[in-house]
């Protein structure tokens, strides 16, 4: 190979490089907002991790207040797990 078509290849892959990372950064701006919902969710985990009495003591106040309100919420998500199970078969 002479030098001119070691050019000319290394300017078609520098092309085809360019044309690689541009098509890589418009998939990741679509990926974008669902990333960052996850990231959100993933930093909310962690705190609550760190801070459980928070949680808690929200739910001991709705059980002090509402103590009705603790029966249909377990009815309501046990019913919500049994329809999962249900569509998992």
Known sequence: ???SAL???QERLMAQSQF???SLSQQV???QPSLTMADKCLSAFLWLRQHPIIPALGL???IIKKPAWLFTMFRTVFSGWLSLQ????
């Open 1 to 3: 190979m002479d030098e």
């Open 7 to 9: 050019l000319q290849k």
């Open 20 to 22: 690689l990372r541009d």
């Open 29 to 31: 701006q679509e990926w």
């Open 60 to 62: 001991v106040f709705f």
């Open 86 to 89: 249900k569509l998992r078969r």
